[in-house]
């Protein structure tokens, strides 16, 4: 925890998200699969509260109407359910809106 709103990600990112820290407790940021944006390498994502993290796809599972991608990115796993067709080991930008973050206890 950075301060404030503010958590540093295991990769030494900062972002922008709702939670309380709690002393001596490990925290983890949680966002919904579909709330994360997904785009090439080298795209800009704008806007006020708009978070964003370069990431490598690492899995891909084509589910019908989205595909499901496993995403490395700040030091962690992330998954993202976007209607994008990318395929594994291709350098992603991952976008979100601060608002649809969550810090929680583990």
Known sequence: HVGGSKW????GSVVTADGAPIAGKKHQLML???AVGLAVAGS????EGVESLKGRIREVSYLGAYSEYMIEAAGSLVRVHAGTDMDPGSEVM???RSSDARVVVL
């Not at 800009?44 to 806007?47: D, I, P, R, S």
């Open 8 to 11: 540093k990600l295991p990769d």
């Open 94 to 96: 991952l976008a979100f």
């Open 44 to 47: 800009a994502f704008q806007g």
């Open 32 to 34: 919904r699969p579909e």
